[in-house]
T-cell receptor, first 112, second 115 residues
Framework: GNSVTQMEGPVTLSEEAFLTINCTYT??????LFWYVQYPGEGLQLLLK?????DKGSNKGFEATYRKETTSFHLEKGSVQVSDSAVYFC???????????FGKGMKLTVNP | EAGVAQSPRYKIIEKRQSVAFWCNPI?????LYWYQQILGQGPKLLIQ????????DSQLPKDRFSAERLKGVDSTLKIQPAKLEDSAVYLC?????????????FGPGTRLTVL
């Protein structure tokens, strides 16, 4: 079945550090891939998405590239801020089911 | 544009009691989803509606959970009777159409504690 594996946290970084959150997936067909973020006390929000191989999603300084050959969608940011402290979820949606399958999430804390 | 609304935000009940959650999706969104998010895990889809018809309820524990979406707008999710393992955040989401490229917008969730 479809599944998402993402690196587990929690992770603590200093402001301006480089961030990578690994995400790999298993899916039938050609899924769409998503990163969702959950800020403290708030609901899940879409951060970025990619719908086909080699697409790059980007938003708020975050980027992720859909790599079909490695079945990966790693999230990166060059310089994190305190306001990026949140839980990050990688997810996929596979054609035919149209339902999101989430990873377990990774909690990021950024210290000043 | 108003987001997905959910109520209540918090609920505490005893096991074997009943509970209901309400969701009002974004106006014009045809597809509505209910997810269960257990602490430390990602959300898991319980049921998906397209207008007022059920598209996928394969992971809904039908012996105790039920959901409806009358008139294709707002929706209720009910648990009867509740078990300790039902303690979780219940998330409602909606999307404009039934498509793997469409964005799902999430409500703030209802945090259920079963004692």
């Amino acid at each position: 079945g479809n599944s998402v594996t993402q690196m587990e946290g929690p992770v603590t970084l200093s402001e301006e550090a480089f961030l990578t959150i690994n995400c790999t997936y298993t899916a039938t067909g050609y899924p769409s891939l998503f990163w969702y973020v959950q800020y403290p006390g708030e609901g899940l929000q879409l951060l970025l998405k990619a719908t086909k191989a080699d697409d790059k999603g980007s938003n708020k300084g975050f980027e992720a590239t859909y790599r079909k050959e490695t079945t990966s969608f790693h999230l990166e940011k060059g310089s994190v801020q305190v306001s990026d402290s949140a839980v990050y979820f990688c997810a996929l949606m596979s054609g035919g089911s149209e339902k999101l399958v989430f990873g377990k999430g990774m909690k990021l804390t950024v210290n000043p | 544009e108003a987001g997905v609304a959910q109520s209540p935000r918090y609920k505490i009940i005893e096991k074997r009691q009943s509970v209901a959650f309400w969701c009002n999706p974004i106006s014009g969104h045809a597809t509505l989803y209910w997810y269960q998010q257990i602490l430390g895990q990602g959300p898991k889809l319980l049921i998906q509606f397209q207008n007022n018809g059920v598209v996928d309820d394969s992971q809904l524990p039908k012996d105790r959970f039920s959901a409806e979406r009358l008139k294709g707008v707002d929706s209720t999710l009910k648990i009867q009777p509740a078990k300790l393992e039902d303690s979780a955040v219940y998330l409602c989401a909606s999307s404009f159409q039934f498509s793997r490229t469409d964005t799902q917008y999430f409500g703030p969730g209802t945090r259920l504690t079963v004692l």
